[in-house]
């Protein structure tokens, strides 16, 4: 079907739904997100309502998909027309024209104002790290990775009360985004007294980052240069790990288990282990696809790291800290000591390693 969309959609839709449709209606709006325009389309069941977001290079073949599998009848709006469409009974397209005499105001999503991390606000370490500008402006290519510390800090303020002294270990630090940000924030802006250190295993990185806390006179932050695996074992407040890729996540674990650190705040990463493990003939409905197996394989590693936690008597959550589009890799774990141990999880965590006939890195470091 020959269909010629205009420019500058504004809004749109879509009605009397096709023979077998699944959608009983559908609506399209202009919208921005993280300063960036986007296309938002509402696709309507009898029961339930899809959300979609599209870039605005793509919006026209989504419209005439929609158009042409599931309804009969669409209006788009531009800022001076409206534009309408409709299939008649015999499958011709007619369409129309008329002026356009409603305002519009795009619909701001995703501005979150009460950050606790206020853009205009100059951070010398996220300049520094391309994130922002010197005069405190996020930049574009930098808004999403702002969006994710923001609520690293959200989370991590949210969980700890009236404390006046804190060691915190970044492990997999990398270029420190978050351990900058949690010096900044603990230090300048709660006023708790911190020592802070972040590991990684690049030499290069680890010199970079503690220039910057030189220059920042970040005097209670550090960074060496090791392995987790081989990490020292010490009393810690505080571990983070953001995007630990594999099972460096299951080694950062296991040191906060042994510490028995307080509070874990864990974005695992890349859970490789057990999808080149996973066998069971049971499941072979998911396991046969590669992108079901992979998310598979990462939800039971969480699921298994999260109710360890809990046997050494962590109260534990696992919870999104970003939207999806902003990150794939956007499940935390989040722990606090408690001492309420939960023994009996022990048999139920055998049984489901024994079920998929697998190894998990945590559990062997700590049960074998």
């Given amino acids: 079907m020959d269909i010629l969309i205009p420019e500058n959609i504004i809004k749109g839709t879509f009605s009397v739904k096709k023979k077998d449709s699944k959608y009983e209606k559908a609506h399209l709006k202009l919208i921005e997100i993280n300063g960036v325009n986007k296309y938002q389309i509402s696709l309507y069941t009898e029961t339930q309502v899809f959300h979609n977001n599209y870039d605005v290079d793509n919006i026209n073949l989504v419209i005439i998909d929609l158009l042409e599998t599931y309804f009969n009848n669409l209006e788009l709006f531009t800022p001076t027309n409206v534009y309408g469409y409709r299939i008649s009974s015999k499958g011709k397209l007619l369409t129309n024209k008329r002026n356009n005499n409603t305002d519009f105001v795009i619909t701001a999503q995703n501005k979150e104002k009460n950050r606790l991390l206020k853009e205009g606000e100059v951070i010398p370490a996220l300049v520094d790290l391309g994130i922002m500008n010197n005069e405190g402006k996020v930049l574009k290519a930098g808004y999403d990775k702002y969006r994710q510390i923001n609520r690293f800090i959200e989370i ?26 949690l010096y900044h924030y603990l230090v300048n802006v709660k006023k708790i007294s911190c020592d802070i250190i972040g590991l990684d295993l690049k030499s290069d990185v680890i010199d970079n980052c503690n220039k910057l806390a030189s220059k920042y006179k970040y005097d209670h932050l550090k960074f060496l240069k090791g392995n987790i695996q081989d990490f020292k074992d010490e009393k810690v407040d505080i571990i983070v790990t953001l995007h630990a890729c594999d099972t460096a996540t299951d080694y950062a674990l296991y040191h906060a288990i042994n510490m028995k650190c307080r509070y874990i705040f864990s974005v695992p990463c890349c859970q490789h282990e057990i999808n080149n493990e996973l066998d069971s003939r049971s499941f072979h409905l998911i396991t046969k696809y590669g992108i079901l197996k992979e998310r598979f394989s990462s939800l039971l590693t969480d699921s298994i790291r999260a109710n360890i936690l809990e046997y050494y008597g962590y109260k534990t959550q696992v919870m999104e800290f970003v939207d999806f589009d902003n990150s794939p890799k956007n499940l935390l774990i989040r722990a606090q000591l408690t001492n309420n141990k939960n023994t009996k999880i022990k048999e139920e965590l055998d049984a489901l390693l024994n079920e998929y006939h697998i190894n998990q890195k945590l559990y062997d470091l700590l049960f074998k």
């Fill in 156 to 181: 991590i303020n949210d969980s700890i009360k009236d404390e006046k002294y804190l060691k915190i270990i970044d492990f997999g630090c990398g270029k420190s985004y978050l351990t900058f940000i």
